[in-house]
């Protein structure tokens, strides 16, 4: 059986999540390199312009226990906004 892509798909009015890996370096609040970011930007854009809405699922290091303000994936949505603009 082929690998299916997303052209296999009508995507759209549909919710589609994607797992995006966000585990990026940050130094001082900034992310320091974005290669993994940037890989994600196509099946975004696809998915976009198929009507259809993606859904980003991920994570960023390894939390224990609680909130831990450092394990934010924030810094990381901000820069992947940047480059979908």
């Given at each position: 059986m082929a690998l299916r892509t997303l052209d296999d798909f009508n995507l759209k009015n549909k919710n589609i999540l994607i797992r995006v890996d966000m585990n990026v370096p940050i130094h001082n609040g900034q992310v320091t390199d974005s290669t993994r970011l940037?890989?994600?930007?196509?099946?975004?854009?696809?998915?976009?312009?198929?009507?259809?809405?993606?859904?980003?699922?991920?994570?960023?290091?390894?939390?224990?226990?609680?909130?831990?303000?450092?394990?934010?994936?924030?810094?990381?949505?901000?820069?992947?906004?940047?480059?979908?603009?």
């Amino acid at each position: 059986m082929a690998l299916r892509t997303l052209d296999d798909f009508n995507l759209k009015n549909k919710n589609i999540l994607i797992r995006v890996d966000m585990n990026v370096p940050i130094h001082n609040g900034q992310v320091t390199d974005s290669t993994r970011l940037s890989r994600a930007v196509p099946t975004i854009l696809e998915v976009l312009e198929k009507g259809g809405k993606p859904i980003l699922l991920s994570h960023f290091g390894r939390p224990t226990r609680g909130f831990d303000l450092t394990m934010s994936t924030q810094q990381a949505v901000t820069a992947l906004s940047n480059r979908l603009k």
